[in-house]
């Protein structure tokens, strides 16, 4: 259970940030050109050596990072229209496979100690 929970994380972020790269740089930034916005994927960076090495300080940080993120999704999905709502509502999902999977590794890591 905890390789796979380590697996979806993994798989989750990286998704994650290629979504976030691709969303805002070329098929539906808020400009034409590509945004700024794409900075918020260097963000999603930062958890990515801790979470490759299953560290678990990092999946237990990690959980209550991602959900600035998936509150974004569910906002932009909300609000925004036509290509950007759909984006928004699969970084929401991501977001949640991402956050299930971090808690059943940490909670597979309890139950192993």
């Keep these: 259970m905890r390789q796979w929970a380590h697996w979806g994380a993994i798989s989750s972020l990286i998704a994650l940030i290629l979504l976030n790269v691709g969303w805002e740089l070329w098929w539906a930034p808020l400009r034409e050109g590509g945004s700024w916005l794409v900075l918020k994927a260097a963000l999603l ?45 699969a970084q929401a999902a991501l977001c949640t496979l991402f956050f299930t999977s971090v808690l059943a590794f940490v909670r597979a890591g309890r139950a192993a100690a």
């Design 45 to 89: 960076l930062l958890p990515l050596p801790g979470i490759l090495r299953a560290r678990r300080y990092t999946y237990q940080w990690a959980s209550m990072f991602i959900l600035g993120f998936f509150a974004e999704g569910v906002m932009r999905g909300w609000a925004d229209s036509g290509l950007s709502s759909t984006f928004g509502w």
